[in-house]
Structure formats: C-alpha cells, structure tokens
C-alpha cells in the first residue's frame, strides 16, 4: 500500500487493538510506512503475525501482541510487554469490536403478526436474550473504554498522546436490526467527545473515525451474495451512498494520519469524523 501523503512518525509507538482485521490491520500498515513502531493487538496470533509480516516485508517496524479487550489483565501484561519492546505508547487506535447475529433481529420491523402467530425460528426483539446484548455492548463499548484506561495512562503522566476510536455510522443513524452494536457505538461517539474533554489538560487528545460501509470478512455475506451481486440489505445501502461504492481500507488513511500527526491535528480533539462517501449526509431523497 501507498500512504496518501507522507509524515515522520519515528520514534512514536502505535498500538492497534482489532489489528488483525481488514480496516485495522490497513491503519498498522499505514502507521508503520511513516515510521511507527506498530504494536498490533488481537485475541489470536496466527492472523496478527499475518498482518506484521506484511509491515515488516515492507520495511517496517511491528510486533504481535495477543490481548482480550475485555479483560484488564491482559490488557496490562500487553502493555508492559509493549513498553519492553519499543518504548511508551503515544497513539492508540481502538478498532476491537463488531456484532453477533444473537444481538440482531431477523426483520427490519415489527409487524403485527409477529406477536400473534409466532413462527418457528422468528425471534423479535422481545426474544434477544440479554447475554448476547450485553456481549456486543460490552465488546464495542467496554473493548474501547478499558483499553483507553490501561493504554493511555502514561500519555497522561507524559502529557502527550494521541487515541483514535472507531465508530460507525450506526452511531449516527441507527440501522435497523442491530439494535446492541448500534447503541454501543452511539456511546462510543459520546466517550470520544467526552474523553476529549477530561483529557484535555494532560495533553492527550481523542478523536474518532466513523466509516461508512465496508466489505469485510464480518459483513460481506450480508452485503453481497456468492456470485458477488448485492444483497437486498447491500443494495439499500449502495442505494444512499452517494459515492456509490464500498469504502476501501485505504480510504481511512488520509483520516487517520491528520489525525494522530500533533502538528496537522494539534487543535482538533473530540471530532467524530465520518469517511463514508456521503452516507450519513444524504436524506435518502
């Protein structure tokens, strides 16, 4: 990959959480061909060691750290191991997330006969069972707020520092069916702007990238079908997008590296900045 414009990130350490996915793994990559020590964070080894592999063959510096950001023990034991190995962190991006289909409904709305004449296999909303909301909460919600606790405590004791949540649009329009993982990244959106706030007189600033629809492991049998046309739910999607296209993981770069790089994005803190090809302005008339 080529950054959109280049920066000297030498010397800074980036750790990544969710590093081994298709968008986080492209910011590792885009943090390390400008110089960063990458730390790239995930549950599994195999698929991060895939993704510093690519980083090293092309001349950068990264390493594979295996965390669950949902337990503060881990969590710190990475971050120690991190500190060991390339120094303090100065950027962090929190990108662990995502749904599950428990936490989903099957239709768009609810009709009336759906509470009259149940169907096999139909559950309403009324029928999520709570574990499974609370997993895609807490993975979206908690997987940003606990890392950001453990991660960017020595920012603050150094009086520098640089976090980047990932958002969604979900978090501005909710989209139908996922009511958990919508819910959470509204919260996200509102620990992003209130962070920024806390943050502010150590000198840690906190931001946050919405993107807009991607193919990705994760969705891309929702969006497409396996002859590659689009789905009903992809179609609607590509229907109020203006640009009229998927993003590409490239299309979060420019985004990102103005927004961790201290002398372009020095006085921006508490943005939600959506990289959606027009999705969230367009009215859908």
């Not at 990959?1 to 990130?9: H, Q, V």
């Not at 919260?187 to 906190?206: E, P």
Request: aromatic share 8%; with cysteine; charged share 20%.
């Amino acid at each position: 990959m080529s950054n959109p414009f280049k920066m000297d990130l030498s010397g800074k350490v980036a750790a990544v959480t969710g590093g081994s996915g298709v968008l986080c793994g492209c910011m590792a990559k885009a943090l390390a061909e400008c110089g960063a020590q990458v730390a790239v964070l995930g549950r599994r080894m195999e698929p991060l060691e895939s993704v510093v592999s690519e980083i090293k063959a092309a001349g950068g510096q990264a390493m594979a750290f295996s965390c669950d950001v949902l337990k503060r023990d881990t969590l710190e034991a990475a971050t120690q191991a991190i500190e060991a190995e390339f120094g303090p962190i100065d950027i962090l991006i929190n990108g662990a997330g995502g749904n599950h289909p428990k936490g989903t409904t099957p239709k768009s709305y609810l009709e009336p006969a759906d509470l009259v004449d149940a169907q096999e296999g139909l559950k309403t909303f009324f029928d999520l069972d709570m574990p499974s909301i609370e997993f895609v909460f807490n993975l979206n919600f908690i997987g940003t707020l606990l890392p950001i606790q453990v991660f960017s405590r020595s920012m603050a004791e150094r009086g520098s520092g640089v976090i980047i949540n990932v958002s969604s649009m979900s978090a501005f329009k909710p989209l139908t069916r996922i009511p958990a993982y919508s819910g959470a990244k509204a919260a996200v959106n509102n620990l992003t702007q209130w962070l920024a706030v806390h943050l502010s007189k150590v000198g840690v600033r906190v931001n946050a990238i919405a993107p807009g629809f991607f193919l990705s492991e994760q969705n891309r049998s929702l969006l497409t079908n396996d002859d590659g046309s689009l789905t009903e739910r992809g179609g609607m999607i590509l229907a109020h997008t203006p640009a009229g296209r998927f993003g590409k993981p490239e299309d979060l770069t420019g985004a990102l590296l103005w927004l961790v790089n201290d002398e372009a994005a020095s006085f921006v803190t508490g943005t939600v900045i959506p990289v959606d090809g027009g999705f969230n302005a367009f009215a859908g008339v």
